[in-house]
């Protein structure tokens, strides 16, 4: 690598193995000449392992803030507590309190990234915006930030707490205008972003490389009583509020014979409550629990399913407007999908074509007869997956996407010319 090159230091207060998004662009920045430095948090022991897999791969340095304990980390949670009793009285109300209230590692985080001599920082999710804004102040350079999510309406937990909001609301306010590189992970999440801050995003899909595909496409055979048809969905997470209680009611008034497989690190009080709905609307199949993977292999461990769910919920209003990692790894792996019918998976749809179906989940007998008409039909099937494994490799991959995020990166931080182009 060119020593010359600029380094592009990205934050998040997350996991790395939480941040597909942001591993796909320290991948794509180093593959095209940049040095890469990425401070993550480290703070939940279960997702260690993948977080190792990901860095023995990585091609790009590291710090991990480990906040699981500490006297450091003791008086920062304190002094967050104390932030979020004042945060919304006008006298406290700025943005380094606002920092704190929302995150008691955010400024931390940015005082270990300002350390390194970055010319450009890129902040993901919304701890790390004040974070960039403060390495790129103290190191005189520019920074940017991700909108993977409208974060004032990102969650339900977090619109029922007035301090959340206000701190959400007082960062985004005064450090949006700061970033000099703007993305959003949806056309829908930019312009709720353009509407409310007035600053303009550019759409950047959540999508992935043709790399992480199976190496053919997977044909899982004729559908029978032997063989049900395989739903599937995964999610680092399984726990409420992503359609998931929607999808077992409609499944249990299908005809066709068919499993639901489910993957990720399960929530035990969720999964008590999913099974009991399974029995209560008469789930034939017990479901399947699978577990969590690296994010490079979620392409390949869906290849054989026979539908994917894309199954969002339209509340809170994040979910409505966002368009996740789930559509776009199951083109990836050449499977159809079943997309609820958000505000932006309805837009998406038309561009999906044949590789999708598209319905709003509220009537289980009506989605039960439209996935049944799907699974009667063979070729229509056929058609579907092979839309879906063209529609990843022509137009929805990482390597077409990528190029809309390094143009805005070479803008505010050039290669020297004899970095790769």
């Known amino acids: 690598m060119n020593s010359a090159a600029p380094l592009v230091c990205l934050v998040t207060q997350g996991h790395l193995a939480s941040t597909p998004r942001l591993l796909k662009e320290a991948d794509a920045l180093v593959g095209a000449g940049y040095r890469v430095h990425v401070v993550a948090g480290r703070f939940y022991p ?23 304990g500490g ?4 008086v920062r949670k304190l002094l967050r507590r104390a ?42 999710c919304l701890a790390a915006l004040p974070a960039v804004v403060n390495a790129a102040k103290t190191r005189g350079v520019s920074c940017g930030f991700d909108g993977e999510d409208f974060h004032d309406t990102e969650t339900k937990a977090a619109l029922g707490e007035p301090a959340s909001v206000a701190a959400a609301r007082i960062l985004q306010m005064n450090l949006l205008r700061e970033c000099e590189h703007l993305t959003a992970a949806s056309p829908l999440i930019a312009r709720e972003f353009e509407k409310s801050y007035g600053v303009k995003m550019t759409s950047v899909l959540n999508v992935f490389p043709r790399s992480e595909a199976p190496a053919a496409p997977v044909d899982p055979g004729p559908i029978s009583a032997e063989r049900p048809a395989r739903l599937y969905w995964f999610s680092q997470t399984i726990g409420p509020g992503r359609g998931l209680d929607a999808v077992v009611a409609a499944m249990a008034r299908m005809r066709t014979p068919v499993e639901l497989h489910l993957r990720g690190m399960a929530r035990p009080s969720y999964l008590t409550q999913l099974n009991d709905h399974a029995a209560k609307v008469g789930l034939a199949r017990p479901i399947r629990y699978l577990p969590a993977g690296p994010a490079a292999e979620m392409a390949r ?3 054989s399913a026979d539908l994917g769910l894309s ?10 407007l966002c368009l996740t990692n789930k ?19 309805t837009a998406l749809a038309p561009e999906l074509g044949a590789a999708a179906l598209l319905d709003d989940l509220t009537d289980p007998a009506r989605t039960a007869q439209l996935l049944d008409g799907f699974f009667a039909d063979p070729a229509r099937i056929a058609t579907a997956r092979r839309t879906a494994w063209e529609l990843a490799r022509t137009r929805f991959c990482w390597d077409v996407e990528q190029e809309i995020f390094l143009a805005s990166v070479r803008r505010l931080a050039p290669l020297p010319s004899s970095s790769p182009p």
């Open 46 to 68: 279960p997702v260690d392992p993948l977080d190792r897999e990901i860095l023995a791969a990585a091609r790009w340095a590291h710090t991990l803030v480990d906040y699981r």
């Open 71 to 74: 006297p450091a980390v003791f």
């Open 83 to 124: 932030a979020r009793k004042l945060v919304r009285q006008a006298p406290f109300a700025n943005v380094a309190l606002a920092a704190r209230a929302h995150h008691a590692e955010s400024l931390h985080l940015g005082a270990v990234a300002a350390r390194l001599p970055a010319s450009l920082y890129l902040g993901h």
């Open 301 to 303: 461990f869906a290849a």
């Open 311 to 320: 199954a969002e919920e339209r509340e809170p209003q994040n979910r409505d």
């Open 327 to 345: 559509i776009f790894t199951y083109l990836l792996a050449g499977i159809p999908q079943l997309l609820s019918a958000t505000s932006a998976q």
